[in-house]
């Protein structure tokens, strides 16, 4: 693939789910992926990652026992399933890859963020 395509994003109401997707495109290394969350008028900010050799995903604080990250090599794609949802998950959610360690924050390398998909969540 030679972009990142983001998508699966909607508008719900709180308590319900999602299921992000996202077709993984050209990057240098992607000893992690990761999902971030760009919050109206705020910045990027990471939500889940996961260790693409093994070990401990990492969640943030908010989203910790509700979001799961996972990937599928096979079509080369990741995925956040988001449960539970709420109001503050409002916002326009990328995914890109780059380093860490295992249970911790992904740091992204060249990062070539795609679009982003959209996620509204009423009460």
């Known amino acids: 693939q030679d972009e990142w395509v983001e998508s699966g994003g909607d508008s719900a109401q709180a308590g319900q789910s999602l299921t992000l997707s996202c077709t993984i495109g050209p990057t240098y290394t992607k000893i992690c992926l990761a999902w971030f969350r760009q919050a109206p008028g705020g910045g990027r900010n990471e939500v889940a990652a996961?260790?693409?050799?093994?070990?401990?995903?990492y969640y943030a604080d908010f989203v910790q026992g509700r979001f799961t990250i996972s990937q599928d090599n096979a079509r080369n794609t990741m995925y956040l399933q988001m449960n539970d949802l709420k109001p503050e998950d409002t916002g326009t959610y990328y995914c890109t890859a780059g380093v860490g360690t295992s249970g911790t924050y992904c740091a992204p390398v060249s990062p070539r963020w795609g679009r982003g998909t959209q996620v509204t969540v009423s009460s």
């Open positions: 996961i260790y693409t050799n093994g070990g401990e995903p």
